[in-house]
């Protein structure tokens, strides 16, 4: 930040009292550069990257919950990041949410847990894709 770069001095200022004509004290001061604090936090502020997760599991229906606890157990421990929504959530809602936590939103409602095929939407993209469940780790994990 150039020739100003402290954010934060003190120390003990034992003495400092009788140099100014007063009595005896034992001290301790510190002071603070507001300004350089400021620009400092915003600087790392911009250079922090959100890392978005894999993937956002949007149950359709409380009545998938479990199910949707089960794959996302399942996904991270095969080494993905998943976020997981509630069922009780609108799909307007469950896309609003995965939108702003991961990169892809896999939705799981009861066709897709009869049918063993999940749809999966990009958010880079907006491609959605119907993916069987068996190839869904691989199709996360190189998407």
């Not at 794959?71 to 702003?100: C, N, T, V, W, Y």
């Not at 095929?117 to 491609?127: E, P, S």
């Amino acid at each position: 930040m150039g020739a100003q770069n402290a954010l934060l001095g003190g120390g003990r200022y034992d003495g400092l009292s009788e140099m100014l004509g007063g009595p005896r004290a034992p001290g301790i001061g510190f002071a603070i550069g507001e300004d350089r604090l400021i620009l400092t936090l915003l600087a790392q502020e911009s250079a922090v990257q959100q890392v978005l997760a894999d993937a956002y599991i949007a149950p359709l229906g409380e009545s998938v919950n479990a199910a949707a606890l089960a794959l996302a157990r399942q996904l991270r421990r095969e080494g993905l990041k998943i976020e997981l929504g509630d069922g009780s959530f609108r799909l307007k809602k469950s896309f609003e949410a995965a939108d702003k936590a991961a990169r892809q939103i896999v939705i799981l409602g009861e066709d897709e847990l009869q049918s063993g095929i999940l749809t999966v939407k990009d958010f880079a993209t907006g491609i959605q894709t119907k993916v069987p469940r068996s190839e869904l780790t691989a199709f996360l994990l190189n998407a």
